[in-house]
């Protein structure tokens, strides 16, 4: 089995839908959640905070340096991750086709490399 990188992107600047329609989408993520739980597909997965949260640890002239704030300024941004495990890339495209029904949202689908 191969395992692939899910990755949710967000619309840089995006607001989260109102609250009624949030939690229809948080029901129906987690049924799908469940469903590649219960299949064996489902190795890990969660949202992110925005990216005005994060810190970057990087290598500059020899001394780690810590900056906050993203890398670098994109139109989206990851919104959340999932790893799944999946024989075949069209089985991860059809989980990942799931996901974005749901959400509303493109969904990014990468093949991890093996470790």
Known sequence: MNHYLLIVCYPAGATPPP?????TITKELNAVNQQMKSTGVWVFG???????TATVVRMANGEVLT???PFVETKEQM????IIRAADLDEALAWAAKL???????????LMQPH
Request: charged share 20%.
């Open 67 to 69: 900056t906050d704030g």
């Open 79 to 82: 919104g959340g991750i999932g």
């Open 19 to 23: 609250a009624a329609e949030l939690g």
């Open 46 to 52: 969660g949202a992110l905070h925005a990216p005005e």
């Open 100 to 110: 974005t029904r749901v959400i509303g949202l493109p969904i990014e689908v990468r």
